[in-house]
């Protein structure tokens, strides 16, 4: 399961990347592009080019109309029918070989299962990336089709219902669902860090006399281990510069520079804690990974011995009710 | 000859105009009919109130009496814009207060409302007579508490699918026992308890109540008696729907619902034991709208028993789970369906009851009047949607959603432009379409020559490259939103026609190719345009390098500049 997180997380760059390539290529083309670029209405011998040229990503060729034949009886009548089939310019119906429909459409209805329970339960991310990785490869049209958009991972705001109608399956709700009980209703609580930026989640992390923060992608890390480490990497250095500075001594940078541990047990001189979704300070460590990663705002390492004076769990720094500007 | 109208005729003869629309295109006539439908026109609708200001609206039409206004872009409902972008309400009535108009209607659609302006409101107006608010948040059952106190002729408080906060008041009881004007009340989307019998006495005095729709909290044995008080219900929706079908309380039920012979229509069902549905068979033969779509619980079997009784449905809102065979039997008993949304039920992997395209071909074979459609589906074919075309002409609303985002044909594996094209040239009257599936910059040369009415377009994964984009902007001369998500447009169609968009709503674009330079460029060449650029993870600011992309920007036209009330996240240019 984790070899195929690496490889998903790989094909996103690629993605954009050769999307912008095919962009500049556009763009060479110079000025017979733009004028293609105008909506003509007329039969679109012009836009052969366009496909012509697109042949060798999109295999356009093998692309046929379905209803060139057999699917407009009226075809002779209907002159608008006739218009749209050369636009269309297709040619003979192709039959698509027989094992590739049965395979998709098994594919086909795993993927589409897997978005509906993606769409279930966001916090399962991290399986459901690879609940999605069928899709690509069922895309047997061409190369790069399966390289577009095909959304790997949750999508944000996929299918696009409103936030109630996502917790109606299955729940008999005599209770008011969880979300619903949100004291801030103005922030719609199904809207965490995995919604907003699909492609990497970057949450700030403050430590304890450290005045400048951090930013770290937790889609990187796959477990609590290797983000405690990697806190350990980002600030040990800073925390070291802080205490040559205020210890106004210069030192020896590598003898300074302690290893920051017990971040996650409560054994070490600092503690990761988060900020959730709703707003509560919480241990981290609790909850299984993909659910942190799906609920956390921001970290913090703070000091374990100011853990007992903290109100791990305050409501009251909320934002009120009801953001009006006045 | 018209000028020889004495202003009084005018009015009367706009009294008939009942379209804004058409009210705004009489008042670009000349400068004497543009003074008389200014005076005389009573219902204002604001599609975005950022567009223009409270203190003009009113200024423009002094006897404004009914105000619509709506706020945040379409994608806020699926959790695309921050829950603090704006969309505030109480500009607007502090200064209607101000102006003593003399407020009688309003209607608020993605808003942020907060008990502070439902207080305002209900103080400041005292003809106050409808509430409606769809798809808005910021209020507790406080502020509605306030509305029910105040409002002394208040006839309807629509409460539509709103984030409300519970407050564990007593709301519902602060109608005066001389409140007795009602005429229409929903609070289903509230998710706290109601004083039952406060809510009895409120049904009992109000005989004009037509409209009820009722909350999870009113159980069943409380609907018997409310049934009994208002027979004469048009429409109605159900609390929580269980109980012992054994039992006196549901034989009482029974009788009660044959007496309601003038339900229409019909929704709730939010809890619903099954056994209980027999209940309403003898009022679905009347019904013509049928909402069951949060009746997640209602098995398969069960559905399409009900639909058998309910012949006369113009109306459908049904969840995935009827299957392909359900919709051929809604296909066979609905003729006279007009309207049907199929939502998804997320099925947590107990068997696959979406619907496919073959739902979809038997409910455009068997239902001729059909011109409206939303359907969530696990696929979708070129070929269907062809047959679909050509059975169905009339659609005005097409919106269509696979389930995977980009899947293609999976017969023939190709993308769906064929189908869409389909579409597009075989209805000639479509309004508004949303696409799915896989697609290339095809479909959108079909929609921009062909989809001549289209007013608003929903775009998400679809397309290869600007030309996409430019086919729509150049084709569609009537569009007035168009909302594109994760579609690798850019800078070239942002920017190849940017007079274009002072003739749109809005244009909202994320996860695109734009950039911020080009944003800026767009701003700059057009002043009557607010371009907002949406940051919420600091990742663009003031000194960011021009060539960065920007991930969601949200640009409309207004008449008063960049807007006061914009959060730190949200950037102006």
Redesign the interface.
Known sequence: MEGYSPRLLDLIPKEREW??Q??EE??KHGASEEK????R?GP?GQ?ED?TRK?NST?KIND?????SLG??PNVGQNT??NT?MI??QKAQFQL?PTT??QG??VM??E???S???K??DLQNAAEKKMAFSP?PAA???GPN?SQ????PGP????????????N???????K??PE????V????S??NPV????KGL?VKINMDGVPIGRKVDLKAYESYDKLASAVDELFRGLLAAQMDSSAGRIQNKQESEKAITGLLDGSGEYTLVYEDNEGDRMLVGDVPWHMFVSTVKRLRVLKSSELSTLRLNSKQEKVP?????? | MMNYFPDEVLEHVFDFLESHRDRNAVSLVCQSWYRVERFSREKVFIGNCYAISPERVIARFPRVRSLTLKGKPHFADFNLVPSDWGGFVLPWIEAMARSGVNLEELRLKRMVVSDESLELLARSFPNLRSLVLVSCEGFTTDGLAAIASNCRFLTELDLQENEVEDRRGQWLSCFPDSCTSLVSLNFACLKGEVNLAALERLVARNHNLRSLRLNHAVPLDALQKILMQAPQLVDLGTGSYVHDPDSDTYNKLKSAVQKCTSIRSLSGFLDVAPRCLPAIYPICLNLTSLNLSYASLIHNSELIKLIHHCSQLQRLWILDCIGDKGLGVVASTCKELQELRVFPSDIHGVGSAAVTEEGLVAISAGCPKLNSILYFCQQMTNAALITVAKNCPNFIRFRLCTLNPTIPDPVTMQPLDEGFGAIVQSCKGLKRLSLSGLLTDQVFLYIGMYAEQLEMLSVAFAGDSDKGMLYVLNGCKKLKKLEIRDSPFGNVALLADVGKYETMRSLWMSSCEVTLGACKTLAKKMPRLNVEVINENDLIDASSDDRQKVEKMYLYRTLVGPREDAPEFVWTL
Do not use: H
């Not at chain 1, 293609?36 to 909506?39: F, Y």
């Not at chain 1, 577009?148 to 959304?151: D, I, L, Q």
């Not at chain 1, 109606?168 to 005599?174: F, I, M, Q, R, V």
């Not at chain 1, 009710?321 to 006045?326: F, I, K, Q, S, V």
């Open positions: 999307l912008v095919r962009d556009e763009r293609k670029l105008e909506l209405l679109p836009e366009w697109n999109r692309e046929r109309s379905l209803f699917y407009f608008n029918t749209f636009q269309a698509q590739t429909p998709l459409s086909g209805k993927s589409s299962q978005c509906s329970t769409v279930a899709a895309n047997t049209a089709s577009k958009r095909t959304a999508v944000v705001g996929w299918p696009p219902i409103r936030s109630f109608r996502k109606l399956a299955g729940t008999s709700s005599s008011p669902q619903s009980q949100s004291v209703p103005n922030k719609v199904s809207e919604d907003s930026c699909p970057f009710l009801g953001a009006d500007m006045r």
